[in-house]
């Protein structure tokens, strides 16, 4: 979406799918919420970027927001590939989790897109299934929560922009179960793979369109 409307405009637009989304994982996995609770400085820190990186994502030139998502994107798949079996240890990430929520929210607001880190991260848990999307879908849905309310105060979340996320919810409701039931059929690395190819591929359009603009 963000190679089509630019960066700003589909970060604003895909907010509200994305929240509902979270939400509905996160009460899906509720029971793994007692797993979660050593990544508190994380998701604390990660709203103080998100606050941070939304002003980034106002302030800078869309070409330049659309190079670092780029950047970003490889960066991921480069780690995928030379580290697939990495696991850290959790005197590691009892000193990573705030720098990392930091960071994590400063990409998510400024880019929309955490997930080469904050994905990374939790894959070195190597959590049981519920536990990673508990803590995943639990930190996008406070990153969400404090850019909607950053963007009305920047005054990015137009009304156009809102009715536009409310329609993504209507191929949201239609998508997302039958999507679930998938998930849990197809392997893990399959899954993967997958989606690294189709966010590779969007990393090259995003640079050619930085440039040819």
């Known amino acids: 979406m963000a190679s089509f409307l630019g960066v700003e405009h589909a970060v604003v637009v895909m907010l509200i799918p994305t929240a509902v989304a979270n939400a509905w994982m996160v009460w899906a996995n509720r029971e793994a919420a007692s797993e979660a609770r050593h990544l508190w400085p994380m998701y604390l820190l990660g709203v103080v970027g998100t606050a941070s990186g939304t002003w980034i994502l106002v302030s800078f030139d869309d070409r330049w927001l659309s190079l670092a998502l780029a950047a970003m994107i490889v960066?991921?798949?480069t780690v995928f590939f030379a580290k697939p079996d990495?696991?850290?240890t959790r005197k590691f990430t009892d000193r990573a989790n705030a720098p990392l929520g930091l960071a994590a929210g400063v990409l998510q607001g400024s880019t929309g897109?955490?997930?080469?880190?904050?994905?990374?991260?939790f894959h070195g848990f190597r959590m049981a299934r519920t536990t990673y999307l508990f803590t995943v879908t639990a930190m996008y849905g406070l990153f969400g929560a404090t850019q909607i309310v950053a963007l009305i105060g920047f005054g990015s979340f137009t009304l156009e922009r809102f009715w536009q996320g409310m329609a993504t919810l209507i191929p949201l409701?239609?998508?997302?179960?039958p999507g679930l039931r998938l998930s849990a059929?197809?392997?893990h690395t399959a899954f993967e793979r997958s989606v690294l190819f189709l966010l590779l591929v969007v990393s090259i359009r995003l640079v050619w369109n930085s440039f040819a603009g």
């Open 173 to 177: 409701a239609l998508a997302l179960p």
């Open 185 to 187: 059929r197809i392997s």
């Open 113 to 121: 897109l955490s997930g080469p880190i904050v994905a990374t991260y």
């Open 86 to 88: 990495l696991q850290f």
């Open 75 to 77: 960066l991921y798949a």
